[in-house]
T-cell receptor, first 114, second 116 residues
């Protein structure tokens, strides 16, 4: 079945460091891909998305490119801030049935130190 | 502002009791979902509903029940049959996008259930 694999955390960085969180997927067809962010004690918020190969999603300085050839959707940010500390989830829209339900990775916790 | 409201935010339950978690949305979304989140794990789908009076089991439906009598409401009941109910429960909704597949979910703030 469809699945998403993320790098394990926690990822600990100093402020202004470069961030990469790896995400790879296994899926039937060409799913849409997403990054969601979860701040402590809250629900998930959509960070960015890409719906077809070579699309680049971007928001708040974060970017991710839909790479069909490597089945990847790595999240990057050039300079992280303390306020970016959160858990980041990679997800895809399963096309296996008509539900279009999201399948999530296990999440990667990011801690940014001042 | 439109959004999803989950209640209660925190809930404690004794073993053998059923509890119901509320989820209400005013986004006019067609589809609604319940996910369970455990520490260090991703979100797992419990139930989803694409239309009023219809719902489907997700990956971990055993021990849970739902209803969808109104478009804006999708309550989840955690029954005594659920062996390990302590978790963070997230409700979400989406506007059905037909064949595009870009199904963007909007999430509520979650309900944390603890079994004593």
């Amino acid at each position: 079945g469809d699945s998403v694999t993320q790098m394990e955390g926690p990822v600990t960085l100093s402020e202004e460091a470069f961030l990469t969180i790896n995400c790879t997927y296994t899926a039937t067809g060409y799913p849409s891909l997403f990054w969601y962010v979860q701040y402590p004690g809250e629900g998930l918020q959509l960070l960015l998305k890409a719906t077809k190969a070579d699309d680049k999603g971007s928001n708040k300085g974060f970017e991710a490119t839909y790479r069909k050839e490597t089945t990847s959707f790595h999240l990057e940010k050039g300079s992280v801030q303390v306020s970016d500390s959160a858990v980041y989830f990679c997800a895809l829209t399963s096309l296996m049935d008509s539900s279009y339900k999201l399948i999530f990775g296990s999440g990667t916790r990011l801690l940014v130190r001042p | 502002d439109g959004g999803i409201t989950q209640s209660p935010k925190y809930l404690f339950r004794k073993e053998g009791q059923n509890v119901t978690l509320s989820c209400e949305q005013n986004l006019n979304h067609d589809a609604m979902y319940w996910y369970r989140q455990d520490p260090g794990q991703g979100l797992r789908l419990i139930y989803y509903s694409q239309i009023v009076n219809d719902f489907q089991k997700g990956d971990i439906a055993e021990g849970y029940s739902v209803s969808r009598e109104k478009k804006e409401s999708f309550p989840l009941t955690v029954t005594s049959a659920q062996k390990n109910p302590t978790a963070f429960y997230l409700c979400a909704s989406s506007k059905r996008t037909g064949g595009s597949g870009a199904n963007v979910l909007t999430f509520g703030a979650g309900s944390r259930l603890t079994v004593l």
